[in-house]
Nanobody, 127 residues
Framework: QVQLVESGGGLVQAGGSLRLSCAAS????????MGWFRQAPGKEREFVIH????????HYADSVKGRFTISRDNAKNTVYLQMNNLQPEDTAVYYCAYTPRHCSSNGCYDAAGYEAWGQGTQVTVSS
């Protein structure tokens, strides 16, 4: 059993930055792959980025590559999403999630493969 809680969302102007956090509690041992997804109103949940246990393997969606980066501090049981040069199309609810799969080779982009989710944090980007 693991609980994930996101924080750090807000309203920013285009070109601005935000740093989201995802704090894990409960059974935090063995949380190998942590990812971020986002969902805009009326749209399906979309893969953003994920990271391996050591941080050595990171996979990005094409839409955020070069602008977003992910990191984790396992001692603090926390994953971060640094979002730079935000654009209006980035407006969505952002969710962190966990999968026990090792995703370094093929990637894990399907939301159905993740077993625990946070409640989400709203990111709104104005033009």
């Amino acid at each position: 059993q693991v609980q994930l809680v996101e924080s750090g969302g807000g309203l920013v102007q285009a070109g601005g930055s935000l740093r989201l956090s995802c704090a894990a509690s409960g059974r935090t041992f063995g949380l190998y792959t942590m990812g971020w997804f986002r969902q805009a109103p009326g749209k399906e949940r979309e893969f953003v980025i994920h990271i391996s246990w050591s941080g050595s393997s990171i996979h990005y969606a094409d839409s955020v590559k070069g602008r977003f980066t992910i990191s984790r501090d396992n001692a603090k049981n926390t994953v971060y999403l640094q979002m730079n040069n935000l654009q209006p199309e980035d407006t969505a609810v952002y969710y962190c999630a966990y999968t026990p799969r090792h995703c370094s080779s093929n990637g894990c982009y399907d939301a159905a493969g993740y077993e625990a989710w946070g409640q989400g944090t709203q990111v709104t980007v104005s033009s």
